[in-house]
């Protein structure tokens, strides 16, 4: 598999955010079994594609919380969260804090950035 085929499924999975990409979805978009999708996007990435994905969408959450003033009920939604509970507890464990502290507090992160591959 090429790099070109790993930017390729990065930038599909960035683009699916929202839309709770998959690893087979991906792996039907770029042409390759689930399997194979997986462990070079490990190999590439340094995450597998579940931590990837989770990562990515808190930090988005994340970045969300402190640029608008939308609900974090809204927030969790639009990244996939099933709840605000489900999200709350996935971004504690991520940022240590719920999204309401996060939001007042506004602490400084180093938040989960696309992977570029070189």
Known sequence: ????????????????????????????????SEYYCSSKFHEFTGVTFKEYVSKRKLALAAKSLLETDDKILDVALNYGFSSNEAFSRAFCREYGCSPRSFRVKRPYVDYYERCVIL
């Open 1 to 32: 598999m090429s790099v070109r085929t790993v930017e390729k499924m990065i930038t599909w999975v960035e683009d699916n955010l929202s839309d709770n990409p998959t690893l087979e979805k991906m792996a039907n978009h770029v042409g390759y």
